[in-house]
């Protein structure tokens, strides 16, 4: 699960890390309060999506003169304007893709004066099951172009959780990024907190970008996006209330209702798999013959009828799918009960486009007459090569 900008600093700030002042705003007439409570001079309105790159994105709607999704104001009038500017508009990103994110919320934050700029995340390390810091002198830049130009600017190192961090990990950090003397110690401690944050909030990515150095020679982090690992969510009821469904998929949202693993993707052919490794192969096998996956759908091995009525209709609900693929192997789960759920979805929703079945395992003879004693117009696959192939001619002749 992903939070906003200021809620992340909210979250930082619980565990005593340097953050600006700011104050969320949700309306453009409560940008004038906002920035007379910060004082000024200096203002930065920040819109307020998730996704990165917003300083560098635009507006759908923007009119000549006006910049991205991060602005600097001098003035409370121009705090104002800003923020009458960018509520309730399209800002559109590298991340957000063409069709962009609707801000519906901004953070009015004290200005800063910056000296250096630096990043710093951290993150689970599934290599080595520990927590790993990623750590360059590149502030403020897309990390990954850091590590593809420069990857000698980037330092990395993981975290022993049997001893957690040490003095070296803090020294390391200050060398890396050229800090000496009080900036050094502060970055000792400004690594201990993040460490002992990210493990008390079971985070699964924290990045700082920039971790600035201020004229009067602080470390801020003057940018901060966190992510937390959704299965531990129900340890965590004060992050949970935090989350912002007008940020997430519809579809995926209706899905976590009914415990189902599902991802929207960009393609045309729906996929309802059982598995996760079975459903990238059928994700895989999709590319292999031209075309490309509408989502992720993995049933899981012990659904129910109703279980699976609900995710054919997430997946029927997507306008861009022009086929759907059902591919089970049914080891706990049992092909008869997919065999009637697919019906029972069929009945309720219709079928309006082409619809190919691969079933094998469990009770695979019971599920296979269902279908053919249906009377729908379901295209049967011996394999799931043959069902690939089957899906991708069906579409590309309805096409």
């Known amino acids: 699960m992903n939070i906003h900008e200021y809620q992340a600093k909210a979250v930082l700030k619980e565990f005593g890390l340097p953050v600006s002042r700011g104050r969320a705003i949700f309306k453009p007439e409560e940008a004038e309060a906002a920035a007379r409570e910060l004082g000024g001079p200096l203002?930065?309105?920040?819109?307020?999506?998730?996704?990165?790159?917003?300083?560098?994105?635009?507006?759908?709607?923007?009119?000549?003169?006006?910049?991205?999704?991060?602005?600097?104001?001098?003035?409370i009038e121009e705090v104002k304007e800003f923020a009458g500017q960018m509520l309730g508009r399209t800002l559109v990103t590298q991340q957000t893709g063409p069709a962009g994110k609707q801000v519906n919320r901004l953070y009015v934050e004290d200005g800063s004066d910056i000296k250096a700029e630096f990043y710093l995340s951290a993150l689970v390390d599934r290599a080595t099951g520990r927590v790993a810091f990623v750590v360059s002198t590149e502030g403020g830049m897309d990390i990954e172009q850091v590590a593809h130009d420069t990857p000698e600017k980037i330092l990395t190192f993981a975290v022993d959780p049997a001893t957690g961090v040490m003095p070296h990990h803090g020294r390391a950090v200050a060398q890396a990024l050229g800090l000496e003397g009080n900036l050094a110690k502060e970055a000792a401690d400004l690594i201990t907190r993040l460490y002992t944050a990210f493990l008390a909030k079971d985070m699964s990515m924290l990045e700082i970008n920039p971790l600035i150095v201020t004229k009067d020679d602080h470390l801020r982090c003057l940018d901060a996006k966190i992510s937390f690992d959704s299965n531990a969510l129900y340890r965590h009821k004060d992050i949970l209330e935090l989350r912002d469904l007008t940020e997430e998929d519809q579809k995926e949202i209706e899905a976590s209702k009914h415990d189902l693993a599902y991802i929207a993707l960009d393609g045309t052919i729906g996929c309802m798999v059982n598995g996760a490794g079975l459903a990238m192969a059928t994700l895989d096998i999709i590319k292999l013959y031209g075309e490309e996956p509408a989502n992720f759908l993995d049933v899981g091995g012990g659904a129910s009828e109703e279980k699976v009525t609900a995710a054919f209709k997430i997946i029927t609900a997507d306008p861009n799918v022009k086929g759907i693929l059902v591919n089970i192997f049914g080891g706990i789960m049992k092909c008869d009960v997919i065999a009637r759920g697919v019906l029972a979805a069929v009945k309720a929703v219709g079928l309006q486009v082409p619809l190919v079945v691969r079933l094998e395992g469990t009770n695979v003879e019971q599920g296979k007459e269902i279908i053919r004693n249906s009377g729908l117009n379901v295209i049967p696959a011996a394999d799931l090569d043959d069902a690939a192939q089957k899906i991708v001619a069906a579409v590309r002749k309805a096409a």
């Open 43 to 75: 203002w930065v309105v920040k819109s307020q999506i998730h996704a990165g790159g917003r300083g560098k994105g635009r507006f759908k709607e923007a009119e000549a003169g006006e910049k991205g999704g991060v602005r600097l104001a001098r003035s």
